[in-house]
């Protein structure tokens, strides 16, 4: 199965600012089918990006999705305060779907 | 706007089955274009997908569960539901039931069931 590894674990940063989230796979993901979700506590995840770079209905343009291959990158251009959470990536171009472990932005 | 529903039995002894249902509310599940999957969240550990299944009843598990899961759904009360047998404290988790966007992105979940595995 494809490991997908996050980096960095957590991300202090402050609001305004630029957050900069890494997914690598361990191995090429098909079709660039990479996605990533939102956690924040007691809820459960909420799809952000999908295919990669697409956003999903409702998400704002400050977020932001690139990468192809083994390499992804979720960019906040500038953080709110409701985006402090968790993020996880997803690819879904190889069965089974996996999950990275997570990188938590916090303040 | 669709929504989903997780109900289970919050505690299971080891080596019984679980099952778990998931209530669709505000859409019908016998939709050709409906997916439905189960995903468990371990405490502190990596998200999990168990298991996905099609409009028609065709079913897709992760090969680490498949021996001990099945899925099935019943259209006449728009829910799916999923047994996991033989279970250990490592089952313990929240699990979510999510809609399924072919191939394979959980575009809407449910709220999650906490489920422990105890005696």
């Known amino acids: 199965e494809i490991v997908l590894t996050q980096s960095p674990g957590t991300l202090s940063l402050s609001p305004g600012e630029r957050a900069t989230l890494s997914c690598r796979a361990s191995q090429s993901v098909s079709n660039n089918y990479l996605a990533w979700y939102q956690q924040k506590p007691g809820q459960a995840p909420r799809l952000f990006i999908y295919?990669?770079?697409s956003r999903a209905t409702g998400i704002p343009d400050r977020f932001g999705g690139s990468g192809s291959g083994t390499d992804f990158t979720l960019t906040i251009s500038r953080l709110e305060p409701e985006d402090f959470a968790v993020y996880y990536c997803q690819q879904y171009g190889k069965s089974p779907v996996t999950f990275g472990q997570g990188t938590k932005v916090e303040l | 706007q669709l929504q989903l529903q997780e109900s289970g039995p919050g505690l299971v002894r080891p080596s019984e089955t679980l099952s778990l249902t998931c209530a669709v509310s505000?859409?019908?599940?016998?939709?050709?274009?409906?997916?439905g999957g189960w995903l468990r969240q371990p405490p502190g550990k990596v998200l999990e997908w168990i298991a996905t299944?099609?409009?028609?009843?065709?079913?897709y598990y992760n090969p680490s569960l498949k021996s001990r899961v099945t899925m099935s759904v019943d259209m006449s009360k728009n829910q799916f539901s999923l047994k996991l047998s033989s279970v250990t404290a490592s089952d313990t988790a929240i699990y979510y039931c999510?809609?399924?966007?072919?191939?394979?992105?959980?575009?809407?979940w449910g709220q999650g069931t906490r489920i422990t595995v105890s005696s």
């Open positions: 299944m099609s409009y028609s009843g065709t079913t």
């Open positions: 999510a809609k399924v966007q072919v191939p394979g992105i959980f575009d809407q």
């Open positions: 505000g859409g019908s599940i016998s939709s050709d274009t409906f997916y």
């Open positions: 295919s990669a770079s």
